[in-house]
Each structure stands twice: as structure tokens, then as C-alpha cells.
């Protein structure tokens, strides 16, 4: 299996710019499709973007598109997402997950195995 740590989160001024980073260690990291959710209080966890395996495909939600870009450095085992031109609607928790092998358009929690602790994003106005 693999384990993921977030980390790059914090509060920054609508406009603004952050970088998220998601390492992992375990198994062979290049395996794995890794996607980034958020989830807002009192508001269920919503898909942001991910990044295939071997493909690279990346696809994103419509409220971040052309704003955030997800990338990814195998030989350094992490995923990143650039965060550009933030807005407070963007203000949640921010976790990374992998799935193992996948190359479908892997959107819900549930398609995935394996999470991050997950890392506060606050945006003011």
C-alpha cells in the first residue's frame, strides 16, 4: 500500500496563489493515480482534479479549471496541485488520494483506496 502527507496549505487573500504538495512512500508511486479533493465544513468531499498513472491525463472539476493545475514527480514521489487566482469558495480541507492502476476518470471518493491527513486551505476576501 501506499501512504500520502499533505502539505502546503494556508491562508492566503482572495488572488492569491498556493502549492499544494502530496508525498507518498510505500509501494512504486508511478503505479498510482492521484486525485485531490476538498471538503468544506458541513459540505461533502468534492473531486478537484487528478493525474493518471503512466498516461498522465489530468482532468479537473469545472470550478477549478484554468485556475489550478495537478503535476506530478515520480522520482521525487509526490503530487502537486498550483493553486492560482484563489476565491474564498475555495476555502476547505484539501486531501490527496491514489488508486492503484487506474486510467478511468476516477471523480468520486470511492474510487479510490488510499488518503492523506488532508491540509487546511483558508481564502479571505
Known amino acids: 500500500q501506499v501512504q500520502l502527507v499533505e502539505s502546503g496549505g494556508g491562508s492566503v487573500q482572495a488572488g492569491g496563489s498556493l502549492r499544494l504538495s502530496c508525498a507518498a512512500s510505500g509501494r512504486t508511486f508511478s503505479d498510482y493515480t492521484v486525485g485531490w479533493f476538498r471538503q468544506a465544513p458541513g459540505k461533502e468531499r468534492e473531486f478537484v482534479a487528478h493525474i493518471t498513472w503512466s498516461t498522465y491525463t489530468t482532468y479537473y472539476a469545472d470550478s477549478v479549471k484554468g485556475r489550478f493545475t495537478i503535476s506530478r514527480d515520480n522520482a521525487k514521489n509526490t503530487v502537486y496541485l498550483q493553486m492560482n487566482s484563489l476565491k474564498p469558495d475555495d476555502t476547505a480541507v484539501y486531501y490527496c488520494?491514489?488508486?492503484?492502476?487506474?486510467?478511468?476518470?476516477?471523480?468520486?471518493?470511492?474510487?479510490?483506496?488510499?488518503w492523506g491527513q488532508g491540509t487546511q486551505v483558508t481564502v479571505s476576501s
Open positions: 488520494a491514489a488508486e492503484r492502476r487506474t486510467l478511468r476518470r476516477a471523480v468520486r471518493p470511492t474510487d479510490y483506496d488510499y
